[in-house]
């Protein structure tokens, strides 16, 4: 969904909202002027309000607390870490919520990974206003909402869910921690604080793990480590 088709839908006059009764929305995304856009147009459908926006994961964890909205719609690469350990925070803090992952990412890991977690709804950020509308609106009622292309291919990966090889047990002891803090959203100056460590070292220990785990992202490697077990410890 671009900026260039959300300012399309924003022409017509407002409608005015149902007040209290309205759908209450948290918007998660650090990229601003894509944020504020679709703010604007989430505020004109008459049952979606308010719609409050968090550009930072320390926002977004303080406006959960606060407010419990009825759905969050969170771009998956938000946060230093990666969605997948906030997507686990609002199902603790406010498990009536329901998560729509907005997101570039198609790996079929990361998506049941986003699933176990606690998400509800997964859209390509190409996706129509429209159709966003129409998930959320699902999400709302309980639905689940997965593009068509993804669904058969998610499906096996959930309903298999039987034991087998842990890719994890390929990893030493000292990138089983780097990888811990990857989960918790650290960045590498944090990792290497944390541990005690030299970034450099940070960086060395990154790359072995995406290398032994067979991924290509930082964000690939912590969904992998939620699907199979591995949690957040940071609150």
């Given at each position: 969904?671009?900026?260039?088709?959300?300012?399309?839908?924003?022409?017509?006059?407002?409608?005015?909202?149902?007040?209290?009764?309205?759908?209450?929305?948290?918007?998660?995304?650090d990229?601003?002027?894509?944020?504020?856009a679709l703010q604007?147009r989430?505020?004109?459908e008459?049952?979606?309000?308010?719609?409050?926006?968090?550009?930072t994961?320390?926002?977004?964890?303080?406006?959960?607390?606060?407010?419990?909205?009825d759905?969050?719609v969170?771009?998956?690469?938000?946060?230093?870490?990666?969605?997948?350990?906030?997507?686990e925070?609002?199902?603790?803090?406010?498990?009536?919520?329901?998560?729509v992952?907005?997101?570039?990412?198609?790996?079929?890991?990361?998506?049941?990974?986003?699933?176990?977690?606690?998400?509800?709804?997964?859209?390509?950020k190409?996706?129509g206003?429209?159709e966003?509308?129409?998930?959320?609106?699902?999400?709302?009622?309980?639905?689940?909402?997965?593009?068509?292309?993804?669904l058969?291919?998610?499906?096996?990966?959930?309903?298999?869910?039987?034991?087998?090889?842990?890719?994890?047990?390929?990893?030493?002891a000292?990138?089983?921690?780097?990888?811990?803090?990857?989960?918790?959203?650290?960045?590498?100056?944090?990792?290497?604080?944390?541990?005690?460590?030299s970034t450099?070292?940070?960086?060395?220990?990154?790359?072995?793990?995406?290398?032994?785990?067979?991924?290509?992202?930082?964000?690939?490697?912590?969904?992998?480590?939620?699907?199979?077990?591995?949690?957040?410890?940071?609150?």
């Amino acid at each position: 969904m671009g900026v260039d088709d959300l300012s399309a839908d924003l022409s017509g006059t407002r409608r005015s909202g149902p007040g209290s009764d309205g759908v209450s929305m948290l918007l998660a995304d650090d990229h601003a002027l894509f944020a504020e856009a679709l703010q604007l147009r989430l505020s004109r459908e008459p049952d979606l309000r308010p719609v409050a926006v968090a550009y930072t994961v320390a926002q977004a964890r303080a406006r959960l607390v606060r407010d419990r909205p009825d759905v969050v719609v969170l771009d998956m690469a938000f946060g230093d870490g990666g969605a997948l350990p906030l997507v686990e925070h609002v199902r603790e803090v406010s498990p009536r919520s329901g998560v729509v992952l907005l997101t570039e990412v198609t790996a079929v890991d990361a998506v049941v990974a986003a699933l176990r977690c606690g998400a509800r709804g997964w859209l390509p950020k190409t996706v129509g206003s429209a159709e966003l509308v129409r998930a959320i609106r699902g999400v709302h009622r309980g639905e689940a909402w997965l593009p068509p292309e993804l669904l058969g291919r998610v499906l096996p990966e959930l309903l298999g869910g039987g034991p087998g090889t842990d890719p994890l047990a390929v990893l030493t002891a000292r990138e089983r921690e780097v990888l811990q803090c990857m989960v918790d959203g650290l960045d590498r100056p944090r990792i290497a604080r944390q541990l005690r460590v030299s970034t450099n070292t940070v960086r060395s220990h990154t790359q072995n793990i995406l290398a032994k785990l067979g991924v290509h992202s930082t964000l690939e490697s912590v969904a992998l480590a939620l699907r199979h077990g591995v949690r957040g410890t940071r609150r």
